[in-house]
């Protein structure tokens, strides 16, 4: 049985781990609302962009198609957007196997050859590709110190560059969609080339709609598809930092709680062994007594 002096001191250690845990679930708390409110605001608009743009990029343009061009896949991207900072349960861990699973279910024999690159957007992230020495574009991890449209305009702006230069041939977003506090859904999607509408319908789900361009074509085209791609990324990266927060602020809680119910059972040792002690002293008092008397 420990002594006294050992659980009373893992207690105060258990009372201090669960003041912090209660206050990272506040500060978490605090941050979900912010960054839940703005991907609510968010997602109409890029439902709206997205179904634009699959409607858009399914139209014939001269020396404008490189968005929707399918070409053979022998240089894969893949964007894993993680968090800066852990303590947010399997929020990052379930990134890094979703990628794992995409480049061995799919990618392989590119992943053979070193064809296959990583965009990091997270500390976890990029410190995770940096020690497996894994092929990856690393001068965007520190995304999430300010995070801006401007500043995910930028990345997309050198993805769609380096597409369209060849260097690769399909670009994937693995990130963690916001659902509610408790419950984040992982996604793998395709970011470049832009998917088809299927069975000429767009992504809201409405029929195929013919556009009339002013002042041409070509140059909404030129214009609108680049900035409905960066919405798009941009959503992505909003729907990771809710999710983030509220996996956070869930794990944080159930750290809180189990604070508690260790308390619960240290105070219980505590009293224990000191009722112990406390026995055993009145019993070497009783028995020292018997032999007074006795002598």
């Not at 480049?103 to 992943?111: M, S």
């Not at 399909?170 to 509610?180: Q, S």
């Not at 832009?194 to 709609?209: K, V, Y």
Request: proline content about 3%; charged content about 25%.
């Amino acid at each position: 049985m420990p002594s006294l002096k050992e659980v009373k001191s893992r207690i105060t250690s258990v009372i201090s781990t669960q003041q912090i845990t209660k206050a990272m679930k506040m500060v978490a708390a605090a941050k979900l609302r912010k960054s839940q409110d703005r991907i609510m605001q968010m997602r109409p608009f890029a439902k709206k962009m997205n179904a634009l743009l699959q409607n858009l990029s399914s139209a014939e343009t001269d020396g404008q198609a490189w968005y929707s061009h399918v070409r053979e896949e022998k240089k894969i991207l893949i964007i894993a957007i993680t968090s800066d900072r852990g303590l947010c349960g399997a929020f990052n861990s379930s990134i890094f196997k979703a990628t794992q699973r995409l480049v061995e279910e799919k990618y392989a024999e590119q992943a053979k050859l070193g064809n296959v690159t990583y965009l990091p957007l997270g500390k976890k992230a990029f410190e995770y590709f940096e020690k497996r020495k894994a092929k990856s574009i690393d001068q965007y991890w520190q995304l999430f110190h300010n995070l801006s449209f401007e500043e995910v305009a930028e990345i997309g702006e050198h993805v769609m560059s380096a597409f369209q230069k060849g260097e690769f041939d399909k670009v994937e977003i693995v990130y963690n969609e916001f659902k509610n506090v408790a419950t984040q859904i992982l996604r793998t999607e395709q970011f470049l080339p832009i998917l088809p509408p299927t069975e000429n319908h767009s992504a809201d789900g409405q029929t195929q709609i013919d556009y009339i361009y002013q002042p041409n074509q070509q140059e909404i085209l030129s214009g609108l598809i680049p900035k409905s791609l960066k919405v798009q990324l941009y959503k992505a990266v909003l729907d990771s930092n809710a999710a983030e927060n509220g996996a956070r602020m869930t794990a944080m809680d159930k750290a809180t709680d189990n604070a508690g119910e260790l308390l619960k059972e240290l105070k219980l040792t505590y009293n224990r062994t000191r009722q112990a002690a406390i026995t055993k002293e009145i019993l070497e008092i009783v028995a020292g007594a018997e032999a007074l008397k006795s002598a």
